[in-house]
């Protein structure tokens, strides 16, 4: 492995972190904002075809302070998504921020139950009373 090698994650993870906190300023200022609408747009992409760089997203957004009422996007469109389309990769680990962080249990409450499967969305219940997986 060459130096050159060694710096890309680097460099790739600071250009990550970059455009995740630009991300996470537009929707702090909120919508009608142009930026606010192009990071919508951005966020429900990689909910459908790059969900673990979304999920990366979502533990940005909970190491952060941004209020609930702020992300509501995000709970219509891409936890709706990864809870429909990814549910094996993505419901345990968003039941651990539901019950760890009030922001996420808000986001939850304002998805439809009916279209999500009866498992997945058993398990978004019990994480939302605060109860540790069963199984």
């Known amino acids: 492995m060459t130096k050159r090698d060694t710096k890309k994650p680097d460099k790739t993870r600071q250009r990550l972190d970059k455009w995740l906190a630009w991300v996470l300023g537009a929707y702090a200022r909120g919508y009608p904002d142009e930026e606010y609408s192009e990071a919508s ?9 790059e969900p673990e760089t979304f999920w990366h997203f979502m ?5 952060s302070e941004i209020p609930a009422e ?4 995000l709970g219509r469109f891409g ?3 990864l809870l429909r389309h990814y549910p094996d990769a993505y419901d345990e680990r968003l039941a651990g921020l ?6 996420f ?3 939850i409450r304002e998805l ?5 499967a009866p498992d997945v969305w058993r398990r978004m219940e019990a994480a939302l009373r605060g109860e540790q997986p069963t199984d």
């Open 41 to 49: 747009t951005q966020l429900h992409d990689l909910a459908m075809f």
């Open 59 to 63: 533990e940005y957004v909970a190491a």
């Open 70 to 73: 702020k992300l509501h996007d």
């Open 79 to 81: 936890l709706y998504w």
């Open 98 to 103: 539901v019950r760890e962080d009030e922001r």
């Open 105 to 107: 249990r808000h986001l």
């Open 112 to 116: 439809d139950p009916d279209r999500i």
